[in-house]
């Protein structure tokens, strides 16, 4: 590890932690692929609600930010001292530094075993082509090939699990309003124009509207399905971010009643579409296209580059749960983004014991020593005896709440912009 530091022109020292969230924030938003569940509030969120939030930095010799990772800790119920990990759309750095990334995920590693993890997820907010492997303009990215192969020969493997969604659909921001709208299609267009014809006015929201939201969220989990998380939730979700200056809801109305919503995060140069929200009332009217075009032209005058729709379907075909909301995010001139998705089956670090047990006792879990190697929690090696509860902790991975935006139950194909953004449970 030390040649590897070396030969990196990082510093000999161990990555550092920082304490500052001013600082942490201006590191993160400094380096590449910079992602708002990166974002010091982010942690402090998940702090409230049984995780305990870390952030790392490394250094190159001239003190320079090289990679940052906030890593997201919580133990085990009623293993107290063994944990599972989870590094949130990280980390972040230069994933083209094949010395950079090999010692960050090393480094990582190393922190797993020190903190009795039994498993530490990653999660990258890597592009690794653009376009559906199926689809014909599918592009692979040259940075695929040579990361996957990296993570690979260190022992990670590729999780079935996904937390986040591993596709997106991104906008470039870098344009005006008249190359903006010409990139869509002509149905997304009519409706924008159509839901000014209807009288469809969209202001910004502030903290005083929190409540308002959460009733529409409410509305709209029962209309479409999904599960939603208790109010005061949403009040230090959008509400501690919003206060940061890193949050901004806007909401439709007609003849003064508000008709539907939506709430954006910026991080960076990066504006992402998380919450979207709708009533019964005034479908016709179009509000939540007008709705999306509004936000998207407040991230640019925000100085975003990028607008994350946040999600995509895994396949393109119509009997995707995700294919109308797909439909109605791709009419915005969209482009789909294959990233690498959540590695833990590209794995955690896994505590094993060498045997298995007398019959009848329990392993001695203080007694179970770190495997070298890496293993998914999920799939015990034959043979050997996993920690008490290791399988219900990867379990429970996807229903608490150390995710970001992304429900645990998908829409139906909804063919309006409301969604559950984030994962919550």
């Given at each position: 590890?030390?040649?590897?530091?070396?030969?990196?022109?990082?510093?000999?020292?161990?990555?550092?932690?920082?304490?500052d969230?001013?600082?942490?924030?201006?590191?993160?938003?400094?380096?590449?692929?910079?992602?708002?569940?990166?974002?010091?509030?982010?942690?402090?969120?998940?702090?409230?609600?049984?995780?305990?939030?870390?952030?790392?930095?490394?250094?190159?010799?001239?003190?320079?930010?090289?990679?940052?990772?906030?890593?997201?800790?919580?133990?085990?119920?009623?293993?107290?001292?063994?944990?599972?990990?989870?590094?949130?759309?990280?980390?972040?750095?230069?994933?083209?530094?094949?010395?950079?990334r090999?010692?960050?995920?090393?480094?990582?590693?190393?922190?797993?075993?020190?903190?009795?993890?039994?498993?530490?997820?990653?999660?990258?907010?890597?592009?690794?082509?653009?376009?559906?492997?199926?689809?014909?303009?599918?592009?692979?990215?040259?940075?695929?090939?040579?990361?996957?192969?990296?993570?690979?020969?260190?022992?990670?493997?590729?999780?079935?699990?996904?937390?986040?969604?591993?596709?997106t659909l991104?906008?470039?921001?870098?344009?005006?309003?008249?190359?903006?709208?010409a990139?869509?299609?002509?149905?997304?267009?009519?409706?924008?124009?159509?839901?000014?014809?209807?009288?469809?006015?969209?202001?910004?929201?502030?903290?005083?509207?929190?409540?308002?939201?959460?009733?529409?969220?409410?509305?709209?989990?029962?209309?479409?399905?999904?599960?939603?998380?208790?109010?005061?939730?949403?009040?230090?979700?959008?509400?501690?971010?919003?206060?940061?200056?890193?949050?901004?809801?806007?909401?439709?109305?007609?003849?003064?009643?508000?008709?539907?919503?939506?709430?954006?995060?910026?991080?960076?140069?990066?504006?992402?579409?998380?919450?979207?929200?709708?009533?019964?009332?005034?479908?016709?009217?179009?509000?939540?296209?007008?709705?999306?075009?509004?936000?998207?032209?407040?991230?640019?005058?925000?100085?975003?580059?990028?607008?994350?729709?946040?999600?995509?379907?895994?396949?393109?075909?119509?009997?995707?749960?995700?294919?109308?909301?797909?439909r109605?995010?791709?009419?915005?001139?969209?482009?789909?983004?294959?990233?690498?998705?959540?590695?833990?089956?590209?794995?955690?670090?896994?505590?094993?014991?060498?045997?298995?047990?007398?019959?009848?006792?329990?392993?001695?879990?203080?007694?179970?020593?770190?495997?070298?190697r890496?293993w998914?929690?999920?799939?015990p090696?034959?043979?050997?005896?996993?920690?008490?509860?290791?399988?219900?902790?990867?379990?429970?991975?996807?229903?608490?709440?150390?995710?970001?935006?992304?429900?645990?139950?998908?829409?139906?194909?909804?063919?309006?912009?409301?969604?559950?953004?984030?994962?919550?449970?």
């Amino acid at each position: 590890m030390d040649r590897l530091r070396r030969r990196r022109r990082l510093n000999a020292v161990p990555p550092s932690l920082i304490h500052d969230a001013d600082e942490w924030n201006r590191l993160v938003r400094s380096l590449p692929h910079a992602h708002v569940l990166q974002s010091w509030q982010w942690g402090e969120l998940k702090s409230r609600y049984g995780w305990q939030a870390e952030r790392w930095l490394w250094s190159d010799d001239a003190g320079k930010p090289a990679a940052a990772a906030q890593i997201l800790r919580r133990p085990l119920p009623r293993l107290r001292s063994i944990a599972i990990l989870y590094v949130p759309r990280g980390p972040c750095l230069d994933y083209s530094d094949a010395g950079l990334r090999r010692l960050v995920f090393q480094d990582l590693q190393n922190m797993a075993r020190r903190a009795g993890a039994i498993f530490l997820k990653i999660d990258p907010a890597v592009t690794l082509g653009r376009g559906l492997p199926s689809s014909p303009d599918a592009v692979d990215e040259p940075l695929a090939a040579p990361l996957t192969s990296d993570l690979h020969s260190a022992g990670w493997r590729f999780s079935p699990d996904q937390i986040q969604f591993r596709n997106t659909l991104l906008l470039d921001l870098r344009q005006g309003d008249d190359a903006l709208l010409a990139a869509m299609k002509q149905k997304t267009r009519y409706n924008i124009r159509l839901a000014e014809r209807h009288g469809v006015k969209v202001r910004l929201g502030g903290l005083d509207d929190l409540g308002l939201l959460y009733r529409m969220y409410a509305e709209t989990s029962l209309r479409d399905h999904f599960v939603i998380r208790h109010e005061g939730y949403y009040q230090e979700a959008w509400g501690s971010f919003l206060r940061a200056g890193n949050a901004q809801p806007l909401i439709a109305e007609v003849e003064g009643a508000p008709v539907a919503a939506l709430v954006v995060y910026r991080f960076g140069e990066t504006c992402w579409y998380f919450y979207g929200m709708s009533r019964e009332a005034h479908r016709e009217a179009m509000p939540n296209h007008l709705l999306q075009w509004e936000a998207i032209r407040w991230a640019r005058a925000q100085g975003c580059a990028v607008y994350d729709f946040w999600g995509a379907p895994d396949r393109l075909e119509g009997d995707d749960p995700m294919w109308g909301v797909y439909r109605f995010k791709e009419g915005f001139g969209a482009q789909l983004v294959r990233t690498l998705g959540a590695c833990p089956g590209m794995c955690g670090v896994r505590l094993l014991g060498s045997a298995r047990p007398a019959r009848g006792r329990r392993p001695d879990v203080g007694s179970l020593p770190v495997q070298g190697r890496l293993w998914c929690a999920a799939r015990p090696h034959p043979g050997r005896v996993g920690l008490p509860g290791a399988s219900r902790a990867l379990r429970s991975l996807h229903s608490i709440d150390a995710r970001g935006p992304r429900s645990s139950a998908r829409p139906r194909a909804s063919t309006d912009a409301a969604k559950p953004g984030l994962r919550e449970e």
